[in-house]
């Protein structure tokens, strides 16, 4: 099976720009998890999908949003970019329906704001 | 609020000899612990879990222990080999929902 394959691994936008970051999950993975990496911050959970629909959200403003499409595969988009929002945005598949079962991660898509 | 630490950002570890890594949480909710290996430029990788009815999970060289009543787990990877360098992140999950918490992670340095 492929893995998660996120794109583009690269981007570079600046301030108050949008961004929109792709997400292909495993084949027959439904529910799809964005997280943001930055620099001693560890993981920080930013939304989950399950079956097109969002179904846990973390404690990112507005600016920050997703969806998932019919065939699992998710988009998360960036309004108004911030400095801050540079990081490593990475983006996790599951075949669970429900928690406690292991995240299959993406390599990430690195974002630059200048 | 952290509800996931792990206190230590680096280790350094002789090869052979053993790694201890830690992490602490502070919800009671949390029922799922697992840990996850990152090297650079790729995403995490899952490592081994425990659910909290268990105190002690093995799988080959690692082995993650779970102290409820301190909420405290540790892995510990016997013998440290310098393919282990990375990073490593302790990650909890409660039974709510299917958002991991995770902590901020410890790198690992196995010098040969």
């Known amino acids: 099976k492929a893995g998660v394959t996120q794109t583009p691994r690269y981007l570079i936008k600046t301030r108050g720009q949008q961004v929109t970051l792709s997400c292909s999950p495993i084949?027959?993975?439904?529910?799809v998890s964005w997280y943001q990496q930055t620099p001693g911050q560890g993981l920080q959970f930013l939304f989950e999908y399950f079956s097109e629909t969002q179904r846990n959200k973390g404690n990112f403003p507005g600016r920050f949003s997703g969806r998932q499409f019919s065939n699992s595969r998710s988009e998360m988009n960036v309004s108004t970019l911030e400095l801050g929002d540079s990081a490593l945005y990475l983006c996790?598949?599951?075949?669970?329906?429900?928690?406690?079962?292991?995240?299959?991660f993406g390599s990430g898509t690195q974002l630059s704001v200048l | 609020d952290q509800q996931v630490k792990q206190n230590s950002p680096s280790l350094s570890v002789q090869e052979g000899r053993i790694s201890i890594l830690n992490c602490d949480y502070t919800n009671s909710m949390f029922d799922y612990f697992l840990w996850y290996k990152k090297y650079p430029a790729e995403g995490p990788t899952f490592l081994i879990s425990?659910?909290?009815?268990?105190d002690k999970n093995e799988d080959g060289r690692f082995t993650v222990f779970l102290n409820k009543s301190a909420k405290h787990l540790s892995l510990h990877i016997v013998p440290s080999q310098p393919g282990d360098s990375a990073v490593y992140f302790c990650a909890a999950l409660n039974n709510a929902g299917n958002m991991l918490t995770f902590g901020g992670g410890t790198r690992l340095m196995v010098k040969p």
């Open positions: 084949s027959g993975h439904r529910s």
């Open positions: 425990i659910s909290s009815i268990k």
């Open positions: 996790a598949s599951s075949d669970a329906g429900t928690g406690g079962e292991k995240l299959f």
